[in-house]
């Protein structure tokens, strides 16, 4: 909850407060998670994607005024060491086929940038697929 919750909140509250000090708004941009909305991993990070989720749909809500537009990706499996670091035996057998960190670093520019200007509040799901089959 610290990390997947606690430390989005604080820096977006950082970000929002730079934002609203220049006066001309901004893009935030979480990382969600499919977690947030499907069972596919433990419960408490299923619950802290979950709660990033609607803390990024109420902080596009409450700052739309301003011009401040809070986004969210909801990656699926990404190849990464985290699976062979938390020990499992075979880390690309949960959620084939697996994306890259350049893939889901595409979708963070496109959100923060002018191309998505008209884009607030939505969860961009980055996943191959994999949570609509």
Known sequence: MKVNVYGP?????????????????????????????????????????????????????MYFPENIRCNGIAPGGITTEIAGSMGMPNPNAYAPPQGTPEQIASAGLFLASDDSSYVNGDILTVDGGWISG
């Not at 001309?24 to 909305?37: D, E, L």
């Open 9 to 61: 909140m604080c820096a977006m509250r950082k970000a929002i407060q730079v934002f609203q000090a220049q006066g001309n708004g901004g893009a935030i941009v979480n990382v969600v998670s499919v977690g947030a909305t499907r069972a596919c991993a433990g419960a408490l990070y299923c619950a802290s994607k979950a709660a990033l989720l609607s803390m990024t749909k109420n902080t596009a809500f």
